[in-house]
């Protein structure tokens, strides 16, 4: 007994220094402590940064829950505000163009159809020269690569072959034929996904659907003359022609989408234009 109290006395001896120095190491952290709250009050963050930083740096282990409630939450409010009127306006305005196209290009006797093209683009890029100009200013000139010129070029002359059969088509079959063919891209955009394998979401369908009802519905031709004028084998050629604007169209789609993300869509428009009012 008095040998183990000897012993642990002894290592209670030889533990005093150890304990002294953590009291001075807690004694310096408190007014290491004490002196950054001091600081904090008179307006230095340093140290509450410090401490956000670090607490920021830990990865909760509920990072999913914390990124619906935050930030999925914040996404879904946004999205139920849906887009401001401006967009509505600029789509209606899309709609009016479009659908009042055909019927504009079709009163222009005794024009070839290219040139009825021809004066639509440079009509196009000369109203969009001033917005280009600034888009330019803004964003520099786009830093494509040459995988990337070669998809604007695919793509601008995709548009000029678009438009040039579905002008051209007019000349030979009627104004429904004409538009009921030419936008049927959204039809051979889905068949073309179920062709490679891609799943097409029922609402992709349904919308598809929907869309070229409307088109056949809206553009049933009244015009009996017309009808009869058409009623030949010529208008089974013009028919072939708006489907393959239809189809160039697609390309047209296709290649834009990969090019968009690299310029403005001010700045693409312009040059698809340009470029294709030389074409």
């Not at 807690?26 to 509450?48: K, V």
């Not at 899309?94 to 040139?115: E, I, K, M």
């Not at 049927?184 to 799943?199: D, F, P, R, V, Y």
Request: charged share 15%; aromatic share 10%; glycine share 8%.
């Amino acid at each position: 007994h008095r040998k183990h109290m000897s012993s642990i006395s002894e290592m209670i001896h030889n533990l005093e220094p150890v304990r002294e120095e953590f009291e001075e190491t807690g004694r310096a952290l408190g007014r290491n402590f004490r002196g950054r709250l001091e600081s904090m009050d008179r307006g230095d963050t340093g140290f509450f940064d410090m401490s956000v930083t670090r607490s920021l740096s830990i990865l909760p282990d509920d990072l999913d829950e914390l990124a619906e409630e935050v930030g999925v939450f914040l996404t879904e409010q946004a999205a139920a505000a849906g887009p401001p009127p401006l967009q509505y306006l600029a789509l209606f305005s899309a709609v009016v163009a479009v659908s009042s196209n055909s019927t504009a290009l079709h009163l222009l006797d005794g024009v070839q159809a290219p040139l009825k093209l021809y004066w639509r683009m440079t009509a196009s890029y000369c109203a969009l020269l001033p917005f280009a100009m600034l888009s330019l200013q803004k964003d520099g000139f786009p830093k494509l690569k040459l995988s990337g010129w070669v998809t604007f070029g695919a793509a601008v002359t995709a548009y000029s072959i678009h438009g040039t059969l579905f002008v051209t088509a007019l000349d030979y079959t009627t104004i429904g034929n004409t538009v009921i063919y030419a936008n049927s891209q959204a039809l051979l955009l889905i068949i073309g996904k179920a062709c490679i394998g891609e799943s097409v979401h029922w609402m992709e369908a349904l919308g598809v659907v929907v869309a070229f009802t409307g088109a056949i519905m809206c553009s049933v031709d009244s015009e009996g003359s017309s009808q009869e004028k058409h009623a030949s084998t010529f208008a089974v050629f013009g028919d072939f022609l708006a489907l393959g604007s239809a189809v160039t169209g697609v390309i047209y789609l296709t290649c834009a989408k990969t090019v968009r993300s690299e310029m403005s869509v001010i700045l693409f428009m312009f040059s698809v234009m340009f470029f294709g009012s030389f074409i």
